[in-house]
């Protein structure tokens, strides 16, 4: 799929834009070598968790608004222009597009823009598929929580996390779903209802910080997060997706109750069980773990 993804971005994308493609603790060298083929910048963390690798990615990204996507995903012509053209507004923080089912392309409603302020918009604001950045805004807040997201234990919202305290730094976001890129949705049965339970989890312990920082905004978000779970579950037609719509609403509270005994550090949870670090391909297994290098970056070729 990376390779898929690296050549419509390729045809897709302005000249002079950076890419740069990071690696979140694979075990093959795959990913590199179809960096490498794309002669695109490649970075690799040995510990695995998208919020680990989305900052690394922020890390090393040498431009001042970052995009990220996914690698299923497929970008579409125009898909950056109009996004970069809202950073033109100091106070927009962060800008999202569209994601869509590379089999639902052709239903799909038209486009429109938004602006988005308040706390509690960032729960509407998009999807981690397509969303840009002021980097050094990212930086300043912390980056993505760690905690939060696919390969984490709350595995998912951190997308929404970052939406949310952008706004509560008083930033607006713009959504703007003329912009858009085709998703390859490859999730069927019991893993496509493990990611939804995952999704309820991050969503869940998302609300939990907010209980804790901000009561009255908390419990509302978790109030939202909980009655759109309710409907999407009670309304689905489909009995599979309805199952994956049920896990959902049943693993919010659940990240609640579970995130409430993380510590928390400001706005960001207390990452004291970070998962184990995983050897590149080819590394000497004598070298000790505490001793190889957590991050490397192969520029272009």
Sequence with gaps: MLREALRSIAAATPAGVEVLVVDSGSRTDETRRVAREASVAYVRSDVPGLSIARNLGLAHAERPLVLFTDDDCVAVPGWVDGVLAHFADERVGAVTGRMLDHTLVADAAPGRVERLTGVLRGIDAGHGAFMTFRRELMLGLGGFDEVLGAGRRFAGAEDLDAFCRVLAAGYA?????????????????????????????????????????????????????????????????????????????KAIPQGIGAAARVPRRGALFVDADRPAPIAPAGADDAVPEDERPRLTRTERS
């Design 173 to 249: 976001i713009v959504s703007d779903t003329t912009a858009t890129v085709h998703h390859n949705f490859t999730r069927q049965d019991d893993d496509h209802i493990a990611l939804y339970r995952g999704y309820g989890l991050g969503a869940g312990a998302m609300a939990d910080k907010w209980i804790r920082s901000r009561p009255l905004t908390g419990l509302a978000m978790a109030g939202l997060l909980i009655g759109r779970a309710a409907l999407g579950a009670v309304r689905w037609p489909d009995p599979r997706e309805r199952s994956a719509r049920l896990a959902l609403l």
